[in-house]
């Protein structure tokens, strides 16, 4: 990708390094870019499909094609789509399901706090738990609900996280995925304490990736631990442009990311 067509098309990049630092490297964007990293994907919260008196189904289709774009380009190993897929009304997912099922790469979904419907229908309907966990190249994700069925914001599962954060307690990464910030960081966000203390217990705790604050697209730290938010795909409010945020974990253990405006157009771009 050329310079000028990715600053059109993307945010600043951020570097984090292993010892927690987060670094601005876009002057270095020509080096970054010509890296290959061992470790691709890409996240993208709050689509809002079937919110009123908006294009969400433009929305989701867009953001369907931009992020197949971008892997045919650069391969994603995979995508997570972190909460609000539908907006209040589960009568939606049956035209949510076969949207998102055109994405070229592996795909993982979370709950948001508009999803509002129970774990046993979203393990019907996507065929995967409210909180879940997965390994891939010598890294861990694990996904936990901040929201219950009614809407209410609920701190993660304190047992579920600490079975699982001792479990994988060897891994090289440990990236967190929750939809809602759980260190008050954000006018939106929620206070979890023992949930912060938790996670600090783990050196290997990387990043936590949050979506649900639409006008959140850069990275805050709490308690030297890394909070990246991702902005909006879809929705009435939010940052003036809806995308997606590209992760690549270098072969130095170190972290590229950056956030990607799918509705400009990429004209001649790679990536």
């Not at 979203?122 to 890294?139: A, E, L, Y």
């Not at 060897?170 to 008050?184: D, G, P, Q, W, Y």
């Not at 009435?236 to 992760?247: C, E």
Request: hydrophobic share 35%; charged share 25%; aromatic share 12%.
């Amino acid at each position: 990708m050329r310079r000028k067509d990715f600053l059109k098309t993307a945010s600043p990049l951020f570097l984090l390094l292993v010892n927690g630092n987060v670094i601005n490297a876009t002057k270095q964007w020509d080096y970054w870019m010509k890296r290959k990293p061992i470790l691709r994907f890409a996240l993208v919260s709050d689509i809002h499909y079937g919110e009123p008196k908006t294009d969400y189904n433009m929305f989701l289709k867009t953001l369907i094609w931009k992020i197949n774009t971008a892997h045919s380009k650069k391969p994603l190993d995979f995508c997570v789509l972190n909460g609000d897929i539908v907006h209040d009304d589960p009568k939606f997912y049956p035209s949510v399901k076969p949207i998102v099922g055109q994405l070229k790469m592996k795909w993982h979904v979370t709950p948001g706090n508009h999803d509002k419907i129970t774990p046993d229908e979203w393990m019907q309907i996507w065929d995967t738990p409210v909180n879940f966990d997965f390994r891939i190249k010598n890294s861990v994700f694990l996904a936990g609900t901040t929201s219950n069925e009614k809407g209410k914001y609920t701190c993660p599962n304190l047992s579920w996280f600490q079975e699982k954060l001792e479990t994988y307690k060897e891994a090289k990464n440990l990236f967190v995925i929750n939809h809602i910030n759980t260190a008050k960081l954000t006018k939106h966000g929620i206070d979890c304490p023992e949930y912060i203390d938790l996670l600090k217990k783990y050196d290997n705790v990387r990043a936590v990736f949050n979506g649900h604050d639409h006008d959140e697209d850069g990275i805050k730290k709490h308690r030297e631990i890394p909070f990246v938010f991702d902005a909006h795909a879809g929705g009435s409010w939010g940052t003036d442009y809806k995308g997606f945020r590209v992760v690549e974990l270098m072969k130095d253990n170190s972290i590229l990311t950056y956030m990607m405006n799918p509705d400009t157009p990429i004209n001649n771009a790679t990536l």
